[in-house]
């Protein structure tokens, strides 16, 4: 009975790791630089609100050309685990100025300060390349030296490295080879050490042997945030800024007038919203499994969908190309014929004038005739002769191809069809129509005008929607009332309430879809209809109230 019970607790500790590793895996893509695609080392935060490494920070500025403005954001010595013991105990008694000074001097507007150089009228701007939103945020002149580091992050990233395994074993950074694993860190010496290096390094009655181990690590983290203009931990928080801030940037000019409350109300308040945020979303599993569901069927159509627009759009330029082809076997059926009416004609005005060349053709024939000796049988071949030499001879004399060799009559003109071909593109919805108060009116009918703007793709029919606003609201949403597939750009809409307010709106629709709405108008009904039979009677012109103009 007990084994069973200890391999049920044996089984439920395992499915609660398997939970959490699983769990960690799956936060993996949130711990990734947007720009070495790796796990973040010592990330900054842009004031964009994103993150990205140091080292990376770095190499964008100067790929952008910024040199000299990539400065250590940490408050802390960049590789003191090589000789711990260089570290000056000045350092830490080192004072700075009292605020009172430090504002008297702001104040006046004299002296410098972190940020400010001297004179520098007007200070270079260093602009970061987001690559996460893909947008250039400022930096200030400080550069990266401005920045706060994302401790948090640090620290999530480290426990996902234990969780996950990273990197193995960590070992002591001041043994001697080979090194023993470590089992403690130093957050004021910024190393690893072993038990016994831990002892040499941190001797009893010295400032060190005041240093609290911590667990071993590879990324090492001031004990608290600090500020980057001024070293000091931040207490406060700008809300007007939406930056943390330290007792010395309160005095600034900066921030005067600014709303600055405590680190720990901002902290609270934070934690407190973001804690009701996740709740809802932890308790709302449900709804985002079907969301999801939802939007993997929405891939899917989109998949299908895409595809069919792709087919369609390829049989349409199919078709525009077979009509093109057609048409290029026409045109050049047409130059053929004429090409071919052309050569026969030419030929035969070269058959004719070789027949005048020297013993050959019709002059050696007319040659022969004039050897007949016969006066009557000279006379009746002689004077069809007579009529074919008569034509040579004027041919020749008047000589001129019987074809043209151009072609320019067949010079196509494809300016207009070549810029409809550059135009072709996806069919738009149609744009919101335009209500044209001067022809809607509201009597004991309702009429409703309205046109596209002048640029507006075409819309096949339209939906009119009209309700009454002077009726007691009914839970849920607005509800309208609809005249479907209208023609024409007029709606009449018979019967209306008397004594009413109406809103009517319009949209059109063509094959890409329906288009956004029109603003809304809203028209005032006569109050009764003995009104409207007087004013009939009286010969009187219908007249309408708009309560308002286009909204």
């Known amino acids: 009975m007990a084994e069973g019970e200890d391999m049920q607790t044996f089984t439920s500790i395992m499915d609660a790791l398997v939970r959490i590793s699983t769990s960690m895996k799956n936060m993996e893509k949130e711990l990734l630089c947007p720009v070495c695609q790796e796990m973040y080392k010592q990330p900054l935060v842009l004031p964009c609100t994103h993150n990205v490494c140091q080292a990376c920070a770095r190499e964008v500025l100067g790929q952008q050309g910024y040199i000299g403005h990539g400065g250590d954001p940490s408050s802390e010595p960049t590789s003191p685990a090589s000789t711990p013991s260089t570290r000056s105990p000045r350092l830490s008694r080192r004072t700075l100025p009292k605020p009172d000074r430090l504002d008297r001097l702001l104040k006046s507007g004299f002296g410098t300060y972190p940020g400010r150089k001297r004179g520098a009228l007007h200070p270079q701007v260093i602009m970061f390349p987001c690559p996460a939103c893909q947008g250039d945020v400022e930096l200030g002149e400080r550069g990266l030296a401005g920045l706060f580091r994302n401790l948090t992050l640090e620290r999530v990233v480290e426990r996902y490295r234990q969780s996950v395994s990273v990197g193995g074993a960590i070992l002591c950074q001041l043994c001697k080879p080979p090194p023993l694993e470590a089992t403690k860190g130093c957050t004021e010496c910024r190393a690893t050490f072993c038990n016994e290096c831990f002892k040499l390094f941190h001797p009893w009655g010295t400032q060190k042997a005041q240093h609290e181990p911590t667990l071993p690590t590879l990324s090492f983290r001031p004990k608290g945030l600090m500020c980057p203009d001024h070293k000091e931990e931040v207490t406060h928080y700008c809300k007007t800024c939406q930056r943390l801030v330290c007792q010395l940037c309160r005095v600034r000019r900066t921030h005067s007038g600014h709303k600055i409350t405590p680190v720990l109300s901002a902290y609270q308040a934070l934690k407190d919203k973001l804690t009701k945020s996740l709740t809802y979303i932890l308790g709302n599993q449900d709804t985002v499994q079907t969301q999801i569901c939802e939007l993997e069927e929405a891939v899917r159509h989109t998949e299908v969908s895409g595809q069919q627009a792709k087919e369609e759009v390829s049989q349409l330029v199919r078709g525009l190309g077979a009509v093109l082809e057609e048409k290029r076997a026409s045109l050049l059926q047409a130059i053929e014929e004429c090409q071919q009416e052309r050569l026969a004609r030419l030929s035969a005005q070269i058959q004719e004038h070789r027949s005048l060349l020297d013993g050959s053709g019709l002059v050696g024939y007319a ?47 494809v300016g207009r069809e070549m810029k409809l071909l550059t135009e072709l593109n996806f069919l738009r919805v149609p744009e919101a129509p335009v209500i044209d108060t001067q022809r809607t009116f509201a009597y004991d009918q309702i009429f409703l005008c309205w046109r596209l703007p002048p640029h507006s793709p075409p819309a096949w029919h339209y939906t009119v929607e009209f309700r009454r606003t002077d009726v007691p609201a009914q839970p849920g949403p607005t509800r309208w009332q609809r005249r479907e597939e209208v023609r024409g750009t007029s709606a009449l809409l018979e019967n209306p309430d008397t004594g009413s307010v109406y809103v009517l709106r319009v949209r059109g629709c063509n094959k890409a879809g329906y288009g956004e709405y029109s603003e809304d108008v809203h028209l005032h009904t006569p109050p009764a209809p003995g009104i409207q039979n007087l004013a009939r009677r009286g010969g009187a012109c219908l007249q309408f109230q708009l309560l308002g103009r286009l909204r």
């Open 367 to 413: 040659q022969e005739v004039l050897k007949e000796t016969d006066q009557p049988c000279f006379v009746q071949a002689a004077k069809q002769l007579h009529n074919r030499i008569a034509r040579a001879t004027e041919a020749l004399q008047t000589f001129r191809p019987a074809a043209s060799s151009s072609f320019r009559h067949c010079q196509l003109d």
